[in-house]
């Protein structure tokens, strides 16, 4: 079975930095391609999260538009770990960040239902 802790989370000044890990077990990383996401707060129950990157097998990243040349995501299969390295944060980017993992190695993954490994989430709040 396997398992995804996030980390990093806490309370950041807006303009600050944060940078959020996330380490794997049961399975190893190297062909699996490693997603983020994200549900802000009083979001309808129904409301998906909303997907930030990913990261594929071969290392290729893509962005969500509104975290593109903020974010950067990276992965280190040695250590079967992702990482989301977010600058200059907005209060709008205050959320319960996921990281996630998706069978499909290649290419901009980004739907909830491609993805077949969650983990728990990690909060992230930004405010001076």
């Known amino acids: 079975q396997v398992q995804l802790v996030e980390s990093g989370g806490g309370l950041v000044q807006p303009g600050g930095s944060l940078r959020l890990s996330c380490a794997a077990s049961g399975r190893t990383l190297s062909n699996y391609g490693m997603g983020w996401f994200r549900q802000a707060p009083g979001q309808a129950p129904g409301k998906q999260r909303e997907w930030v990157a990913t990261v594929s097998s071969s290392g290729a990243t893509y962005y969500a538009d509104d975290v593109e040349g903020r974010f950067s995501t990276s992965r280190d299969n040695v250590k079967n770990a992702g990482y989301l390295q977010m600058n200059n944060l907005k209060p709008e980017d205050t959320a319960v960040y996921y990281c996630?993992?998706?069978?499909?190695?290649?290419?901009?993954?980004?739907?909830?239902?491609?993805?077949?490994?969650w983990g728990q989430g990690t909060q992230v709040t930004v405010s001076s």
């Open positions: 996630a993992l998706t069978r499909i190695g290649l290419g901009r993954v980004e739907l909830v239902r491609s993805f077949d490994y």
